[in-house]
């Protein structure tokens, strides 16, 4: 007798922690998640959240940190301001327990203006991600956001990146 053994559906999110709502980075981290696994089921964009994110007793909040945590994959997404994410971000990454909020893979990725702080996922959103209990499946992606709609932008990372996160995937 055959036994057909399925795969667990794969949860997909976006966190995206840019102050203008449907902005670049959006579009940028919802590109991401389309070429590393299908489209995302969650996305959060922190900016429609507003003064709910300083509420800690939020529970539609509480439900989003609830969600992204336990997604297989997040890409968590900000612009570059003063070489480091946003602090609206920051507020709502305070939410996840450290060493185990984040029980997935997830990326960092950041837009910025210039290449001056290419090494701003790396050094600032991946030790975060990290730290919260996150799988980190590469060297966080670095984005010009004049290019954020250019796949060519992506096509390196994504080539070095997409096999690694495949496999974390899955075991």
Same mark, same amino acid.
């Given at each position: 007798?055959?036994?057909?053994?399925?795969?667990?559906?794969?949860?997909?999110?976006?966190? *995206?922690?840019?102050?203008?709502?449907?902005?670049?980075?959006? =579009?940028?981290?919802?590109?991401?998640?389309?070429?590393?696994?299908?489209?995302?089921?969650?996305? *959060?964009?922190? =900016?429609?959240?507003?003064?709910? +994110?300083?509420?800690?007793?939020?529970?539609?909040?509480?439900? +989003?940190?609830?969600?992204?945590?336990?997604?297989?994959?997040?890409?968590?997404?900000?612009?570059?301001?003063?070489?480091?994410?946003?602090?609206? +971000?920051?507020?709502?990454?305070?939410?996840? =327990?450290?060493?185990?909020?984040?029980?997935?893979?997830?990326?960092?990725?950041?837009?910025?203006?210039?290449?001056?702080?290419?090494?701003?996922?790396?050094?600032?959103?991946?030790?975060?991600?990290?730290?919260?209990?996150?799988?980190?499946?590469?060297?966080?992606?670095?984005?010009?956001?004049?290019?954020?709609?250019?796949?060519?932008?992506?096509?390196?990372?994504? =080539?070095?990146?997409?096999?690694?996160?495949?496999?974390?995937?899955?075991?």
């Amino acid at each position: 007798m055959l036994r057909r053994v399925t795969q667990p559906l794969l949860r997909t999110a976006v966190v *995206v922690g840019n102050p203008k709502p449907a902005s670049r980075t959006l =579009a940028a981290a919802s590109h991401v998640a389309r070429e590393l696994v299908a489209e995302p089921d969650l996305v *959060v964009d922190l =900016a429609t959240l507003g003064a709910r +994110l300083l509420d800690w007793s939020d529970e539609g909040v509480a439900d +989003l940190v609830a969600q992204v945590g336990e997604a297989d994959l997040v890409v968590v997404a900000s612009p570059t301001y003063k070489a480091a994410y946003t602090g609206l +971000l920051k507020l709502f990454l305070d939410r996840f =327990a450290g060493g185990t909020g984040l029980r997935g893979v997830a990326v960092p990725l950041m837009l910025g203006g210039s290449p001056a702080h290419s090494l701003a996922p790396e050094l600032t959103l991946r030790p975060v991600l990290a730290e919260l209990g996150a799988t980190i499946p590469g060297r966080g992606l670095y984005v010009i956001d004049r290019d954020h709609d250019d796949p060519a932008a992506y096509a390196d990372w994504l =080539a070095a990146t997409k096999p690694v996160v495949e496999a974390l995937l899955r075991r």
